[in-house]
């Protein structure tokens, strides 16, 4: 291991092996085929990295999200670390330029999608690599019964054949015991090492609160918790207004979601990453890669989809092993809503077939064609074209993808583009007749050069931090100057691509993953209904709750969740201090809300409740109308 700890030392700066990963590292270096379950944040990534850095040859790593990816090659280039990933928007001649760079300039590291390796040039340039190592990320995929199924991970059998001489491992940070035996079935993976570490986590207490003001409860938790959290919501909407509503209150928060460009998303991470920002307010887009140890606590302002998105979602939490919290705040809305999510995610394979045959038609994509080349795809035209509700279109889209039929891709970060077709005199001569514009206009062309000969790639979002405009102030300007003769300007693309990956059999296509689809949907129902009663368990450690989900049952009461701090011995009397202080604030007050009294007399909410509860019970004060607590004179 000694090899190990000096490349540890030298590319990574530390040398704090975990023991399961020393022995993980031993096997893979063994040529042992290997599967590696470790929690979120159990360093799965260095079990790969490591190997594949001590010997000769390249890393082939399937992932399942393009952002994970390219988190991963991030990470890896800031090591000086040769990486790179294949992505769907790469045409195939930019794939014969990437595949040449890789095998003549010693890259170590190489990324794709399980759909990508389908593809039949694809395999063909993998079988000229070098290949030493295959690393199957959330490998959890690979099983019906994952809670993130992708049909492509069953067809890694091909690895075997693409990859004789390499051996594999296997990670994931979330898999039942159903996906495990699963895992093991795959033939790369027979007679593979298992390697288990248990989910325990005894310094994170997993805390759930019926609130009914959770705005009020999360600037309580801020308050108190002062250091780097992380807060889920489950719209890009609510991300943005949730992130504004804690600058009001005053705490330092910024947002991150998937419908932001890559400069923004990069803006905000290392705004929150060196704790400029100490508030993450984001969707699920936002946790893949994170390597920051000191996060305190992780808040979910709504029902999370399964156990496995929580477990992994909390467990960013507290990785440098001091106390953390993972808080999770419901109330009766959530209920109803996370039964309407349900219901809403839940289409008829009617409507699957529906749609199909509409992208087919929308796309001019003849019967048993297959046109490899992907589609520039916007989802509103298309359901305007069809009158097709967007939700539900949306969701069908998403489960072709799933089930292998089409892939989507985001377009985010194709750059706008902007050349001056007047001459500079008329430029500044317009700028000063329009002041509003002068400063967006000296601040472009103080920025690029060839504005007057060429069209230039600008970034909205620099110009706006640079102007101290919103960005879309930026972009109104911008289209005003096209519209005034002065400038030519190219928004960005942000259009989806769509590409279909079988031919066109209209309902064949989706009669042969019919029963697929009806299967996995039952698989969502069974997870949230075990979500709605890990919830809904308000007599039993969460800790123990979330170990026997994932068949660890010898465990004990963690001592720190709500149950266990509930279950602890309540005072039995409240104190004469607590007593008089209440009355006082009564007095002078008139009447308060339990919430109000919790603020004013900065007491545990349980000992305030306590102090009301028997102040009820000797009539002292009385319950308003209003649930305000008044003297009873």
Partial sequence: MKTAIDILQKKWGHTDFRPLQKEIIDAVLAKKNCIALLPTGGGKSLCYQIPALLQEGLCLVISPLLALMQDQVDSLHKKNIKATTINSSLTENEMVVLFDNIQNRNYKFLYMSPEKLQAPFVQQKIKQLNISLVAIDEAHCISEWGHDFRPAYTELEILKDLCPTANTIALTASATQIVLEDLCRIQTLKEAVLFKSSYLRERLAYQIFEVEDKFFKLKQILTKIKAPAILYVQTRKEAEKTSAFLNRAGFASTYYHGGMVAAEKKKAYEEWFCEKKTTMVATNAFGMGIDKPNIRVVIHLQLPYSIENYLQEAGRAGRDGKKAFSVLLKNNSDLDRFEQRRKAQKISIDFIKKVYLQLNQY???????????????????????????????????????????????????????????????????YGEQHPGLNPLLKTVLRNYGGLFENFVNINEFELAKKTSLLKRQVIAGLEKLHKEGLVVYRPANKDATLQFLVPREDEKTINRISKRIVKQQKNKDKKAEKLLEFVENKTRCR???????????????????????????????????QKELLLGLLKKEGELSSRALVTLMKENENCVLKTVQTLLEEGQILLTAHNTYTLNL
Avoid: M, W
């Avoid at 979330?546 to 039995?572: A, H, R």
């Fill in 543 to 577: 800790s123990q709750q979330l170990l026997q989900y994932f068949e660890e049952k010898d465990s004990v009461s963690c001592g720190i969740c709500d149950v266990c701090l509930k279950n602890k011995k309540q005072p039995k009397t409240v104190s004469k201090t």
């Fill in 363 to 429: 796309f001019y994509v003849g019967k048993g064609e297959l046109i490899e080349t992907p589609f520039s795809f916007n989802l509103d035209d298309f359901c305007q074209s069809y009158q097709l509700p967007s939700q539900q279109t949306a969701t069908a889209i998403h489960t072709l993808q799933v089930q292998g039929v089409l892939v989507t891709h985001r377009e985010f970060q194709k750059r706008a583009a902007l050349k001056f077709i007047a001459s500079s005199s008329v430029v500044l001569r």
